[in-house]
């Protein structure tokens, strides 16, 4: 059973750098058998996907978020990051990372889920 | 915007039944991508509820049910109980967009 757990500052000042890192238990990251995707959630609002990677470095960003966003994945620890520039007030949100099936391809759902983390941009 | 429609809300007595639509385009789910949905339970993480044709991951009793036409897809949910009271969300692929896509949201309230 894969298990996700995000760590990283609550607190973002604006125009800071937001970095986060997902770390997974209960599976590798190498095994290329998942996507490893970003998904965020302003307080009181629907789920908005940032993107995701693949172990080999392959990434999908939303094109939204893409001039700010690079996702990265360290194998050796068995984590995949997220960063994001430019922090503004409508960046505040539970942050969540999550697990996609690569055989589902395009049809991919998110099926294992951290618990998310609230990030919050304010100076 | 989300890209995909849901109503904001829906509302249902117990063992009645109740739909959530998801309305998209001919780039997501009129181009024949899969309709996922999810539960999520305010303060804590979205739940895989349906996924790919009408599966339902371990758990999920079949009182859950999804369909698709066209450019919409549809959650049905029968007998319904106040332990169903959820947000529930959509999610598929857009082509135009080369990536995953979200709807709204829709709130359901059991009377």
């Known amino acids: 059973q894969l298990q996700l757990q995000e760590s990283g500052p609550g607190l973002v000042k604006p125009s800071e750098t937001l970095s986060l890192t997902c770390t997974v238990s209960?599976?590798?990251?190498?095994?290329?058998?998942?996507?490893w995707g970003w998904i965020r959630q302003p307080p009181g609002k629907g789920l908005e996907w940032i993107g995701t990677i693949y172990y080999s470095g392959t990434t999908y960003y939303n094109p939204s978020l893409k001039s700010r966003v690079t996702i990265s994945v360290d194998t050796s620890k068995n984590q995949f990051s997220l960063k994001l520039s430019s922090m503004a007030a409508a960046d505040t949100a539970v942050y969540y990372c999550?697990?996609?099936?690569?055989?589902f391809g395009s049809g991919s759902y998110f099926d294992y889920w951290g618990q998310g983390t609230l990030v919050t941009v304010s100076s | 915007q989300s890209v995909l429609t849901q109503p904001p809300s829906v509302s249902g007595a117990p063992g009645q039944r109740v739909t959530i639509s998801c309305t998209g385009s001919s780039s997501n789910i009129g181009s024949g991508y899969n309709v996922n949905w999810y539960r999520q339970i305010p303060g804590t993480a979205p739940k895989l509820l349906i996924y790919?044709?009408?599966n339902r991951p371990s758990g999920v009793p079949d009182r859950f049910s999804d369909s698709k036409s066209g450019t919409s897809a549809s959650l049905a949910i029968t007998g319904l109980q106040a332990e169903d009271e959820a947000d529930y969300y959509c999610q598929s692929y857009d082509t135009s967009l080369s990536g995953w896509v979200f709807g709204g949201g829709t709130k359901l309230t059991v009377l």
């Open positions: 999550a697990t996609h099936p690569f055989y």
């Open positions: 209960g599976g590798s990251i190498s095994s290329g058998i998942y996507y």
């Open positions: 790919g044709d009408n």
